[in-house]
């Protein structure tokens, strides 16, 4: 703690607020940010620090911390109606408008939307629509829920029994029924000699394999981020899901899309589906939806998920879920504005502007003996550190080489995010290329400062 006085911003913090993803003996000996507000893409600390946020707060902030759109239009919406729920036939005009937009910039013809709170929780809600439209077809028994080892889904027990990593024992998880597959990582998880298009052949037969073994008449549906953000930026296999996606359709599984990420625009394109060419039953949406500006996800249905909901819905005359803020009327008013700003007031133009400079830093910097691979599409990138590089070893745990070069970061001014042995970035759409600059230039110093500590 850089000032161990209990009164300090820091100690109030550790003494009284539950800290979640946080290692917690780094933030006793080095207290945590505490944050007062932000400027474009920089946060600014109680103490007056400023720090560039090369992870757009978490993945979110894509317009930088002080949009004055969006501000403007949270402040109009919660003078006009400050807020509402979307139950019993009710629902403020903002969440009619919004969900036609969504329907419109979807990559769908036909669809419908259901909004939640989170992409957590909006991950649970496709779950529960599976689930209730399987069983109102006649398919009680279709319940299980395939995703892939590495994926983040969310924290809820459902959500996070989707998710594909082992932390979650801890919560005695994943439930039952949850079938996490090989991640489409090709560099870790390919085998010697096998090519990129053989690995993705691989992995269509193991999709192959566990239907069979299963039943695809107990899957509900296949789950997948179309780059994985969480497990580390993992873009997946050349012709994943042109592998994949036949094989769920062949099956009758639906493919849904969890674009929490990916989605308005962080690949490129609007959607991640759009930027791998493929086509979901489904987008779950969260994060940039509101340019993080209000807590809010939704879920996105296609013609045929949409039609099948509707009509099991129709048949017991309700669908009974949804959450006391589901299409909040000021959530709905920022989300509006946010996909304005994002698709018109040219930022997803800048993250395609951007990514060639983006991804010629990553590979400069994965010239260094101790990073093993550079990954990343569009503004998400990520720097794999390893050990040896030849044979790929990974670092002894126990150096904690990712956090190090995080908190070097923090030191001179830079949040960037630890993810396993990588360093993550996934900057705000709003970012110049002078802000970039002074990115990559911290992250080098940071490297080279921790790799000559531990090797
Ligand atoms: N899905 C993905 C792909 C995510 O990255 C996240 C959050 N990082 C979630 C779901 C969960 O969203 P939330 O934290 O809003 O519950």
Redesign the pocket.
Known sequence: MPDDNINSWEGRADARSFYGFTDLPTIHERGAVIVTHGEGPYIIDVHGNRYLDANSG??NMVAGFDHPGLTEAAKAQYDRFPGYHAFFGRMSDQTVMLSEKLVEVSPFAEGKVFYTN??????DTMVKMLWFLWAAEGQPQRRKILTRKN??????AV?ASMTGKPYNSVFGLPLDGFLHLTCPHYWREGRDGETEAEFTARLGRELEEVIAREGAETIAGFFA?PVM??GGVIPPSEGYFQTIAPILKKHGIPLIS?????GFGRTGETWGCETYDFMPDAI?S??NLTAGFF?M?AVILGPELSDRLQAASEAIEEFPHGFTASGHPVGCAIALKAIDVIMNEGLAENVRALTPKFEAELARLAEHPHIGEWRGKGLMGALEAVADKPTKTPFDGSLSVSERIANACTDQGLICRPLGQSIVLCPPFIMTEAQMDEMFGKLEAALDKVFAEVT
Do not use: C, F, M, Q
């Open positions: 978490l993945w989170s992409g957590s929780e909006a991950n994926a983040y889904h969310g924290v809820t959500s981020e953000g969480a969890d674009e929490v990420i990916t779950i969260s994060k807590p996800g």
